[in-house]
């Protein structure tokens, strides 16, 4: 059992930064891939990101390639997504995902996030 706490949400002005992060709970935080998805208000949850165990492969949606970062510190059982260049588009309910094989963009993971907030005025 694995369980994922989010934080680090908030408001932002367009063009400003926020970095999120995951903790995990248990031992074998490094067994399991990670990822991030989002969803916005009358919108289905998305993908945005995911790296895999050892933290040496990340892919990402198209729409937050080259702004957002997603990176692991397996010492600190935590995963990180750092925003940057921020829209209003971006606004969402953040959620952290786990997965004991790899964190798929269309099939729900094995553990989820509680969410935590982004809001980016214009």
């Known amino acids: 059992q694995v369980q994922l706490v989010e934080s680090g949400g908030g408001l932002v002005q367009a063009g400003g930064s926020l970095k999120l992060s995951c903790a995990a709970s248990?031992?074998?935080?490094?067994?399991?891939?990670m990822g991030w998805f989002r969803q916005a208000p009358g919108k289905e949850r998305e993908f945005v990101a995911r790296?895999?165990?050892?933290?040496?492969?990340?892919n990402y949606a198209d729409s937050v390639k080259g702004r957002f970062t997603i990176s692991r510190g397996n010492a600190k059982n935590t995963v990180y997504l750092q925003m940057n260049s921020l829209q209003p588009e971006d606004t969402a309910v953040y959620y952290c995902?786990?997965?004991?094989?790899?964190?798929?963009?269309?099939?729900?993971?094995?553990?989820w996030g509680q969410g935590t907030q982004v809001t980016v005025s214009s």
């Open positions: 995902a786990a997965d004991s094989v790899i964190v798929r963009s269309t099939t729900a993971p094995d553990y």
């Open positions: 248990g031992r074998t935080f490094g067994s399991y891939a």
């Open positions: 790296i895999n165990r050892s933290g040496d492969s990340t």
